[in-house]
Antibody, heavy 122, light 109 residues
Framework: QVQLPESGPGLVKPSETLSLSCNVSGNSISNYYWTWIRQPPGKGLEWIGCVYYSGSTSYNPSLKSRVTLSLDTSNNQFSLTLTSVTAADTAVYYC????????????????WGLGTLVTVSS | QSVLTQPPSVSGAPGQRVTISCSGSSSNIGAGYDVHWYQQIPGTPPRLLIRGTTYRPSGVPDRFSGSKSGTSASLTISGLQAADEADYYCQSYDRTVRVFGTGTQLTVL
């Protein structure tokens, strides 16, 4: 069964860099866009961006200047880096899978990790 | 700021039918992009409920249905059950960005 466990520090200081990784176990990563979505406590969902196995990326313009997504295909692992964090970046960060192509729809998310809470505080 | 607008809350009694709306614009739903729906029980990740506007993934009861018209979409839940109490989010595509709705909290009375 495909799982998407996220890992990374739960606490980051303001102005520092947030780094998270996600490991795909049980399946190839070549048929999906691998995505990060976040959810501030008590608020809605925000798409951060995605990376394709080819290495191509797409980012939310609101975060693009601070975000880098990368993919390690040999280890089936992909990662998120968010620089210059503030309290507004405090959120649960989800590792998410988006099927490529058109399969009863397009641009949707069919598998979510459990999420990891990252708090930005000094 | 979300580009898809949903009512903050809806409610219904067990057995009733409720509809959750999702209002977009000509650059997302109105441009012909699919609408998808997710159910999120507090403390858990969202679960895909409807993809491609009307299609239910395997395991989703047929009490859940989706539709779209113009720049808006709707999720209808029939035969409301206590287990349906959750937050619901619509989602679409808008000029290279995957966008979510503001979210709707469903209360089963």
């Amino acid at each position: 069964q495909v799982q998407l466990p996220e890992s990374g520090p739960g606490l980051v200081k303001p102005s520092e860099t947030l780094s998270l990784s996600c490991n795909v176990s049980g399946n190839s990563i070549s048929n999906y866009y691998w995505t990060w979505i976040r959810q501030p406590p008590g608020k809605g969902l925000e798409w951060i961006g995605c990376v394709y196995y080819s290495g191509s990326t797409s980012y939310n313009p609101s975060l693009k200047s601070r975000v880098t997504l990368s993919l390690d295909t040999s280890n089936n692992q992909f990662s998120l880096t968010l620089t210059s964090v503030t309290a507004a970046d405090t959120a649960v960060y989800y590792c998410v899978r988006e099927p490529t192509g058109y399969i009863y729809g397009q641009y949707y998310f069919d598998l979510w990790g459990l999420g990891t809470l990252v708090t930005v505080s000094s | 700021q979300s580009v898809l607008t949903q009512p903050p809350s809806v409610s219904g009694a067990p057995g009733q039918r409720v509809t959750i709306s999702c209002s977009g614009s000509s650059s997302n739903i109105g441009a012909g992009y699919d609408v998808h729906w997710y159910q999120q029980i507090p403390g858990t990740p969202p679960r895909l409920l409807i993809r491609g506007t009307t299609y239910r993934p395997s395991g989703v009861p047929d009490r859940f249905s989706g539709s779209k018209s113009g720049t808006s979409a709707s999720l209808t839940i029939s035969g409301l059950q206590a287990a349906d109490e959750a937050d619901y989010y619509c989602q679409s595509y808008d000029r290279t960005v995957r966008v979510f709705g503001t979210g709707t909290q469903l209360t089963v009375l």
